[in-house]
């Protein structure tokens, strides 16, 4: 069966540090990748996705970045955080059959 | 590509009532249909789908009919729990569109 992992599940960093969140996949290959973000009380917001290794798309504007070093591998990151960056995120898969999949989410607080 | 219009919550009911929660979608082609449950604190699970119209999916007493030719996906249940307080998303799932479609989630709150 397929399982997506992500972390870590909550985090506190201050403003300007770095940031790096990690989702991997098992049980598939190939897969479409995601990350959300769900600020408190809103929506879900798509901020990347990518389709293949190397491949992504960015949706809005924005102080962080994604990256795809591997088939099951998708990495949220920023260089310096701002305090907007706030919220829970999320990373999900895709099959076009039957729905997505999504992590257990990382809610991160900027301090 | 797809797009989800999703009735504004919250939505505030007594343990035993009735619930529905409307969605209707846009899409190009013929999209699965989908509804998540996002508990407090928690990430997304998929509740039910239906994948071509006339399908009814179900689970936990929720129940949702895919209606193309209204482009609907209303969710209902005959009798909810305090447990099923949560936030509900509806989305349409391909169609000929990579970027899955979110509604913006209806806050469910139910009162013992």
């Known amino acids: 069966s397929q399982t997506i992992h992500q972390w870590p599940a909550t985090l506190v960093q201050p403003v300007g540090s770095p940031l790096s969140l990690e989702c991997t996949v098992e049980g598939t290959s190939n897969p479409n990748l995601y990350w959300y973000r769900q600020a408190a009380g809103r929506g879900l917001q798509l901020l990347f996705y990518s389709v293949g290794i190397g491949q992504i798309s960015s949706e809005v504007p924005q102080n962080l970045s994604a990256s795809r070093p591997q088939d099951r591998q998708f990495i949220l990151s920023s260089k310096k955080l701002l305090l907007s960056d706030s919220g829970f995120y999320l990373c999900a898969w895709i099959d076009r059959n039957y729905g997505y999949t999504f992590g257990s989410g990382t809610r991160l607080t900027v301090v | 590509g797809n797009s989800v219009t999703q009735m504004e919550g919250p939505v505030t009911l007594s343990e035993e009532a009735f619930l529905t929660i409307n969605c209707t979608y846009t899409?190009?082609?013929?999209?699965?249909l989908f509804w998540y449950v996002q508990y407090p604190g928690e990430g997304l699970q998929l509740l039910l789908k239906a994948t071509k119209a006339d399908d009814k999916g179900s689970n936990k007493g929720f129940e949702a009919t895919y209606r193309k030719e209204t482009t609907s996906f209303h969710l209902e249940k005959g009798s909810v729990q305090v447990s099923d307080s949560a936030v509900y998303f509806c989305a349409p799932s391909g169609g000929g569109s990579y970027i899955p479609t979110f509604g913006r989630g209806t806050s469910l709150i139910v009162h013992p």
């Open positions: 899409a190009t082609g013929y999209p699965s």
